[in-house]
């Protein structure tokens, strides 16, 4: 076992963490944070990303002690005092979302995108989430949502 | 038609969803947030070969890591039953026992053999590498037409062949055709064309993988059942006859779940596994799915070989349609799994007048995965099937293919309530209409008018535009007719109101949504109908122990079944409330006018707030004779027909004739679902449904080798598509309200899936036809689509 801290949306947080254990996991099953989800086992659907020293990752695709020292974001830390982060709201105004379960990665890595890119065309947006897998919407409620936080200059 | 009695507020309207506040900030429910005190966390041992002999399992070195706390083998978790598939299409149907654990040999890759439990999720999977299976390999057969050949391996022995049985329509269906095909196909005047098509496995892929958790008490022998499903109800009664418990005991909770499309429509062997399992160990457990698992061990769709012939005049009149297909079963029956192909039976003429017709289907058992319903389920089957044959009879006959449709529609003017040449009746359409939109919407004459200028420029990227001009039966189903297919449960839903003292509403209802946003569609209905407003009232849904006994969430149901039984429950509200007001305002129930929740007495500005009347039955101070305290109603309603939506859906692809790549340039979906409740929803299951037709005719194909490996074992080499995949979509609708039920609806959860994959197909094809290309298989991928062109070329 290895002795690790992280600071978890803002809160410092010291783990005994397996050297082989995932961050995911780490997050989910010993943090308590079950928003962040697992879609897959080949890093190939995104639904697990966070924000790790604010750069979108894909949590199932570090391991804990990777993130020893580091600050990490997950869906739980996006809304401040009660509001809702524009990415979420603008998901829930243009039903970017259905079943919900890619939503908290999808959202992570459309934050994490528009920070890097900030007036996006709609095929940077497409390439942009090209690592986020949904199933339900056919990403054109998704491409939406991304545009209007984008066209709000949030 | 729609006799919704007041102008609708919130019904029609693009209504925020309530479901949405705890997705978006990762409070969602999903099983694998289940944690529970003591849990055991359960593996399952799979066979790694498509067909093998067990000789013995050895778990002995499993028992000596610590943290394991039991290993069991098929011969010692005992079942009460196996499995239970609950369509026996026909006395032919070949039904094998499907246990839990399979105990004489694996029969695919995936299949079942052993299990294990342990303190921890790690150590579980630790210990599965510590099962010792003494296998004995035999020769395995995936492919539909090599299985029905002599000297093919068996997949289950007991039958000495792989032909699961066939279901015929002259014989089997309980509705006349207008007449046989046959007879058409033997005149020498009329014009014929006959195709056959080969529909890819598919892999269902809702991003949440399934999982299980059950909390035992064993003391009191009750069980609480957690798990990914669209059929708790089911679920709970096919658990019950599986492992002989009774289903008062049995609570089986559908808590938020991650996507379904079919895949968890299910009676699945881990979901047995794991009562059992918690009932063996008196602790609670849990299982999750792992994707690379979720592609051996949860139901694959849609493979089939179509054969299609059409026989028309040559003036283009269809006359004839003739259907013969064998559909890959997999390894067993699972729980509807040889009804899926009839699903289609009566659709293989689409929305086209004929005058004989023919169909039939063999069921075959292969070394694969078992196939069930994935979204559409028989339908994008049919669909497919007419409409490329329908392309293929236009370039038979040298027609432009809008035109054969057009000539071939159902008349407007036929409907309400047409029997079709199949023998069923299709609610409400206009098919010109609606194609008529969707021309406009493209500039047909632009788009063909680029087509030849590339052609003749000899550009490398050709244009293609391709129709689905589709229709497609939902909303699963009549009972009565449901008994005359074999099929062994009703189709039924049920749904209460239930008025809150403080005048806030519960409506509880049967059937189990997972993505679609039926809470929020059916607080629009409720509040509309009973003058409250939308916050006030809290749909819930998914828990047996707490919803009236109803049918899940399947087959696009859930408005038109289970929200109609809605609008029937407030019908009942309105009644009690309005007796209740009479007695109160001491006046004649006649003498009420009901609206905006206010029942006033004609003429008189004396009124009664049907929140004040909830309270009122709740104190139950005063209330006539024999009234019943209470403000709640319950139906139990059961759809007179199905409901029949339709639509135009036109794909433009450009092909680059170099690579084979296809680009999707425009897609655009003409639809008719009857009145939309809320078209924000309607439009997110187009969305939805047509990315998925889009995935089955340009990416997604389940392949196994020789040996019935899945070589597409993971999400890494099957082609789930991303954002940059798919287009933006162009959504219209038109819209004829269904006469079969007070609320116009239809359903539209499945109708992009049936749509879309015609019309993809159709247009890439339409690219190359004048390179003499006439059909690609699906998916059509660059390396396909990039020999068909050669192949026609040479």
Known sequence: MRRIAITVNGAREELEVEPRQLLVYA???????????????????????????????????????????????????????????????????????????????????????LEEHPNPSEDEIRHGLEGNLCRCTGYHNIVKAVQAVAGAGV | MA?????????????????????????????????????????????????????????????????????????????????????PINAEVKNPPHHPLTKDKARYVGDPVAVVVAESRAIAKDALELVEVDWEPLPAVTDIKAALEPGAPIVHEEFGTNDAGSWIMERDSPAPTRGRAAPFFDDPNLVKVKEEYYLARLIPNAMEPRGVVVDPNVAMGEYTVITATQIPHILRTTLAITCGIPEAKLRVVAPDVGGGFGSKLEAYPEDAICLALAQKLNRPVKWIEERSENYVATLHGREMVQEIELAATREGDLKAVRVNLKASMGAYMRLITPGIPMLGAWLYHGCYECEGYDFQYTNVFTNATFTDAYRGAGRPEATYAIERAMDALARELEMDPVELRRRNFIATDKFPNYTIASGLTVDSADYHGTLDKCLEVLDYEGIRAEQRSRRERGERKLLGVGFSTWIEMCGLAPSRVLAALNYIAGGWDAATIE???????????????????????????????????????????????????????????????????????????????????????????????????????????????????????????????????????????????????????????????????????????????????????????????????????????????????????????????????????????????????????????????????????????????????????????????????QEAQA
């Open chain 2, 499 to 789: 008025f809150m003292p403080t005048g806030t509403v519960r409506v509880l209802t049967g059937v189990s949504p997972h993505g679609q946003g039926s809470a929020t569609a059916f607080a629009q209905v409720v509040a509309d109908q009973l003058g409250l407003d939308y916050d006030d009232i809290d749909v819930l849904h998914g828990d047996t122990g707490m919803v009236p006994f109803g049918m899940d969430t399947y087959g696009s149901r859930g408005v038109s079944v289970g929200g109609v039984a809605l609008f029937k429950a407030g019908e009942k509200i309105i009644a009690k409330a309005r007796t209740l007001a009479a007695h109160e305002l001491e006046c004649a129930e006649t003498d009420l006018e009901f609206e905006d929740g206010n029942f006033t007495v004609k003429g008189t500005d004396r009124t009664a707030n049907i929140k004040a009347l909830g309270f009122n039955s709740w104190t139950a101070h005063n209330l006539p004779d024999g009234m019943e305290p209470g403000l709640t109603a319950t139906h139990l309603y059961d759809p007179p027909n199905f409901s029949w939506p339709n639509g135009a859906h036109c794909c433009v692809v450009e092909v680059d004739q170099d690579t084979g790549a296809v680009e999707i340039v425009r897609y655009i979906a003409v639809d008719d679902c009857g009145v939309q409740l809320n078209p924000m929803l309607v439009q997110g299951q187009v969305h939805g449904g047509v990315a998925q037709g889009i995935a089955e005719a340009l990416y997604e194909e389940a392949i196994y080798d020789e040996e019935g490996n899945l070589t597409t074992g993971t999400m890494t080499n099957y082609l789930v598509p991303g954002p940059p995949e798919i287009p933006s979509f162009e959504i219209h609708d038109r819209v004829t309200p269904s006469p079969t039920n007070p609320l116009g609806v239809k359903g539209i959860g499945e109708a992009g899936t049936i749509a879309a994959p015609p019309a993809v197909i159709n247009s890439v094809v339409d690219a190359l036809a004048h390179l003499g290309v006439r059909n690609i298989e699906r998916p059509a991928t660059p390396e396909r689509v990039w020999r068909a062109i």
């Open chain 2, 3 to 87: 006799t919704v009695e007041r102008p609708a507020k919130f019904v029609g309207t693009s209504q925020l969803r309530k479901e949405d506040p705890e997705l978006v900030t990762g409070q969602g429910g999903y099983v694998d947030n289940v944690t529970l005190p003591g849990m055991l966390w359960v593996g399952i041992v799979r066979s790694p070969f498509a067909h093998a002999r067990i000789g013995s399992i050895d778990v002995s070195k499993v028992l000596e890591l610590e943290g394991v706390v039991a290993a069991y083998t098929g011969a010692d978790l005992e079942f009460a039953a196996p499995l239970v598939m609950a369509w």
């Open chain 1, 27 to 113: 997050l989910r099953e010993q943090l308590g944070l079950t928003g962040t989800n697992i879609g897959c086992d080949t890093s190939s659907c995104g639904a697990c990303t966070v924000h790790l020293d604010g750069q979108s990752v894909k949590s199932c695709t570090v391991l804990a002690v990777q993130a020893d020292g580091c600050e990490v974001t997950t869906i739980e830390g996006l809304a401040t005092d009660g509001a809702l982060h524009p990415m979420q709201q603008a998901f829930r105004d243009n039903h970017a979302l259905q079943c919900g379960y890619c939503t908290p990665g999808m959202i992570m890595a459309a934050t994490s995108f």
